[in-house]
């Protein structure tokens, strides 16, 4: 999967269907060559250098008027020679210089890959699935060694990168930007696409055109952000869901970033990604090591589809981990939009009782029952059941819950703290705040300062205890602002520039011993919704709250979003009460259901305040997630038609053996004597005769034309329904079995 042409210095990472190429320039720095459909493994690429002499330049050798960085397609470009584009790297010295020269060592291909330790990254489960190149470059003057790492798959078509800085020197260096990846593509005849919204709006899709200049997405909240993803897709213009070229960059991190696709002068393509510059500032000295999170680049030739599937085979199957990573998701149903703050244990059993009548498998206690917690105002940081609300402790409710054949699952937001709490009397210097300057305050909470091992310690005591004595199954890990005034009390002055990373590493960290200590437990990350849904959360919690917006519709678009690079085994998706209790939309359980099943999949309502027919709804939609988890869970998953561009939205989940699929059409708004309608599928077999079934629809039909020609819609929303069907309403939404007969 790495060939090294010795005598060109080119490296060609490659597997059957991509290849990513660059090469050692005369100067000692990398040069890139390709990225992209795969190449054949024995040419010779050199002849891709596209060097010519272009006037008013500036050259990096006297008497030479060809030789610029700025002209030269670059592996990872360094500030301040000749290259006027922005640098993956800078990194400063105490002479106050911030030039940096790295110059091509040597080389390691390694079978497998190795983790890079405190930070989130893909894996392998045996070195035959992929190999990992490794380059060590120098810089002589600042006697500073960086190593890349690159991982190509044998059978995702994917490469992981990373980069690794060792101070070899005496002297102290400041690493200003240090990217995670970097790419020159040779056009940028692209659209980019990112993932952009807001809180309860998380996650949409939004395309722009390629311009000269920047075009960035960013953080600088501390977590990722609702505002953007750590993610950024290039397309071309003709690219569809189905065919085309399609370029996929994300970031395996959880805190600030930027991701950047700058178009210079000459077309060229400058992609980057990795902690957001901004504000961060690493003092490496003698003998210190840096690591860089890992950034994950996927090549498609088929579509943006294409793309997202290697992301969700990579991120399902070799991201997450641990005892959940392949089991199925139980049914949970969670308090939080049925009671808020305001309950009683009598009030979660009945709850809870109904709950297992309808075959729900887990009980998630949500925010409300710590400390003197009734409303937002206090108790974070105090992990002990408020015993006014809960006379048996969480240790007794849980027992209750298991008596009554069911698991538990409770809510924590590890990482905050409110003012009116015993944690924050007994430790106020516990929280990031900049001496002498007021601290923000969002929902009435106070970030706790997670750079510091000691903060860390107390928050995973108080945690370790409960889940130790209670029977918990799973939890939910909260995070309800973005860190602000960022400071940490702990660290000098010259280290300033790393708390908001260092606070990322101490989460992670975190994460890690509850995991080493409960293995089996199950963790769903949530930060207000979907302000950290990110592949640095996937490592440690294998399923997240895609949004605090509930409503099926509103859902549509941010599940459509997310999918682009997030599989459906990780994104919670419940059904809610109606009005929605954040837009106040009615729409039919039956539609709340069915967008909620393509996801991790639960309820967030009070079942007893449900009709009979809804109750019996409800039973079905259980029974129909519990037959069918596994393949909504770990098959392929399609987008059929965008939410962006309609009334309509549709996606196709398909068992890897193509036996089975499923297809959610959902109408926004409804019509009047619409025209006739087809959905073409994707990921049948031609050949196989196929039995389509909806509500209202029964035929037989083989692969090719459900594909070609299409599947047919049920449509009855002439206007003069014959029935109650239900059919001319708004938010209707059908789902169609696609079942393989023969
Ligand atoms: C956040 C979460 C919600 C809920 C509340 C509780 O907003 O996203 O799901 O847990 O906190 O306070």
Partial sequence: MVI????????????????????????????????????NPKGSYLHMVEKAHRPMSTYINEGDLYTSYEHLRQEYPCYGTSDYRYPALEVQGGDGSRLCKLEYQEY?????????????AVYVEDDREASTLEILMRDTWRNLDVIFSYTIFKEIDAIA?????????????????????????????YESIQLSGSWSR?????????EPGITAVSSLRGNSSHQHNPFLA??????????GDAYGFSLVYSG???????????????????????GFQWKLGPGEEFATPEAVMVYSKDGLNGMSLQFHRLYRSRLARGYWRDRERPVLINNWEATQFNYVEADLLRFAGKAKECGIELVVLDDGWFGARNNDKSGLGDWKANREKLPDGIEGLSEKIEALGMKFGLWFEPEMVNKDSDFFRNHPDYMIQTPGRSASHGRNQFVLDFSRKEVVDAVYEQMYDLLSNAKISYIKWDMNRSVSECYSSAYPADRQGEIF???????YDLHERLLQAFPRLLIESCASGGGRFD????????????????????????QYGTSFVYPLSCMGAHVSACPNEQVGRNTPIETRGNVALTGAFGYELDLNQLNCKEIEIVKRQVEFYKSHRNMIAFGDFYRLQSPFEGNFAAWEIVRPDADMAIVTVTRVLSEINGPYRRLPLCGLSKSRKYHVKSKYLSYDAYGDELMQYGMMLEDRSSGQAMDDSGCCQDFLSVLYEVTAIE
């Fill in 202 to 210: 998380e996650r949409h899709v939004k395309v722009r055109s390629l």
């Fill in 501 to 507: 990373h260092r606070y990322i590493l101490g989460v």
């Fill in 161 to 189: 990168r990373s980069v690794r800085f060792v101070n070899c020197g005496q002297e102290v260096l400041m690493i200003n930007r240090a990217m995670s990846m970097s790419v020159d593509m040779p056009d940028a005849d």
């Fill in 535 to 558: 592949a640095g959360m996937l490592y440690y919690a294998p399923q997240g709250w895609v949004s605090d917006d509930s409503d099926a519709i509103e859902r549509l678009k941010i």
């Fill in 4 to 39: 090294v042409n010795e005598r060109e210095k080119v490296f060609h990472l490659y597997n059957e269907r991509i290849s990513y190429l660059f090469y050692v320039m005369e100067s000692g720095q990398l040069g890139h060559l390709y990225f992209g459909k795969a190449l």
């Fill in 108 to 120: 390691e291909i390694t079978k497998g890959k190795k983790p890079i330790p405190g930070l989130p």
């Fill in 256 to 278: 600030n970033f930027l991701a950047q696709a700058e178009v210079d002068n000459y077309n060229v393509l400058r992609v980057m990604l990795g902690i957001n510059p901004f």
């Fill in 234 to 243: 290039l397309k071309r213009k003709d690219t569809t869901e189905c065919s």
